[in-house]
Each structure stands twice: as structure tokens, then as C-alpha cells.
């Protein structure tokens, strides 16, 4: 087990969890660093934080210390990832939730999903366009319809990071949202796929904002009606 600090926030990580370049990464302090830039930016007293791909639960953590325990879910899909998030928010003083299981589109019929767990956990996803990668390991996992989750959480700020999945589970009505900072995968979708996004969250009231915006993490903030 390995231990890092970012911004105050311990972070600790199996060994087998350390793949390529993220022990530098976690060191530098570069890691999930465009998000969490966007979340200390926009955060306010009162918001109400999910967190779709939570993954080590750094930005539970950030959250939960601006927010409390009370107003922050995490949400995680692989087994052993949601785990460590648990285990990170716990050794961090939190006690914000971590809900395991997949998100989804409303439209996903079954109660389950299959997906495709990496040894790079942040790799970790459903299948997309093409099959999984020889390195992951197919398991199934529960499935969480967004609009369950907002009914049953009433966030005001959605985090998302769940490799290609957000074009479709984000192409819905938000009721109560008014900030979103996710990260895009055009890679999964192609600019096509990225438009109809972002022309989906035109469609719900939301405008890209270029504060907090950085590559491919993209801030999304409701327009004042």
C-alpha cells in the first residue's frame, strides 16, 4: 500500500493499483488536477455533490471537506475501486457515501451491466463501440440510472469521469443541476459524438464555460433563467 497527499487529501492505493505513469502523477500532484481545480472554482455553500466514476474518491474527499459528509455521494463501478474510495474518504475523516455500481442511461433494461474492469482501474469501463481490451476482466455489476440516482440524491453538481458512457447517460433532463464538470472521450465517440453531447446540454439550459475548463475536462453551468 502506497500513500499520497494532494491539496490535504491522503490518498491510499494498493500496489497493484500503482500502473504507468500514475505513481508520478499521484506525486506531482498533477493527478484528476484539472477537476479538482473546477470543483474548488465552483463549489458553494449548500450545493449537493455526485460524484459518476468516483474512482479513489479524491473528489469525494475534496468535496466532502468544502461540502460535508451529508451533501456528497460517490458513485463507482469497479468492486475493488469503489473499495479504495470508501477506504480513502474513511481515512480522510469522511463519511460521504460510495454507491457500487455502473451508470447508465434511463433506457438500460436490466437491473445489471456488464463491465469491463482494467488493471489500471481509471481505464475501467462499459463496453463501447468496440469490445474490451484483452487486460480487463468482464464482471457484472449493478445498474444505476442517473435519474434515479438524481431523484434519490437531488445534486446540484455532477462530476463525471466514466469513459465514454457520459454522451449517452448525460443526454437526459438534469432537474436541480446546475453545474457539471465531466471529462470527454472523443476517442469513444468522435466529434460527432461530442457534439451531440454538448448540443444535449444545450438542449437542457447548459452553456460551456471556459472557468474550470482545461483539455479534456469540460465545465457545463446552467443558464439563469
Known amino acids: 500500500m502506497a500513500s499520497f ?13 500503482l500502473r504507468g505513469t500514475l505513481p508520478q502523477v499521484l506525486t506531482s500532484g498533477r493527478y484528476e488536477k484539472a477537476e479538482a481545480d473546477a470543483i474548488e ?8 455533490f455526485l460524484d459518476l466514476g468516483a474512482g479513489a474518491g479524491y473528489l469525494c474527499c475534496l468535496a466532502a471537506r468544502m461540502l460535508g459528509d451529508g451533501a456528497v455521494t460517490g458513485v463507482e ?22 454507491l457500487h455500481g455502473a451508470v447508465v442511461a434511463d433506457g438500460h433494461r ?8 482494467r488493471p489500471a482501474f481509471w481505464a475501467s469501463a462499459l463496453q463501447g463501440a468496440q469490445d474490451w481490451p484483452a487486460s480487463a476482466t468482464v464482471t457484472t455489476v449493478p445498474a444505476l440510472r442517473l435519474a434515479a440516482l438524481l431523484a434519490a440524491h437531488r ?25 457539471i464538470v ?34 479534456a475536462t469540460v465545465v457545463f453551468e446552467r443558464l439563469p433563467e
Open 41 to 48: 472554482r465552483h463549489l458553494r455553500p449548500g450545493d449537493r
Open 110 to 117: 436490466g437491473e445489471t451491466v456488464a463491465f469491463g474492469v
Open 155 to 179: 445534486p446540484t453538481v455532477l462530476s463525471c469521469d466514466i469513459e465514454g458512457a457520459e454522451e449517452a447517460v448525460l443526454a437526459r433532463p438534469l432537474p436541480g443541476v446546475r453545474l
Open 182 to 215: 465531466t471529462e470527454i472521450h472523443p476517442a469513444s465517440y468522435g466529434l460527432a459524438g461530442t457534439k451531440r453531447l454538448f448540443d444535449a446540454l444545450s438542449a437542457e439550459g447548459f452553456a460551456f464555460t471556459p472557468h474550470g475548463s482545461k483539455g
Open 77 to 98: 463501478a469497479g468492486p475493488e475501486t469503489a473499495r479504495i474510495a470508501r477506504g480513502n474518504l474513511a481515512r480522510n475523516g469522511f463519511g460521504a457515501e460510495v
Open 5 to 17: 497527499t494532494l491539496r490535504g487529501i491522503t490518498l491510499d492505493l494498493p500496489d497493484s493499483a
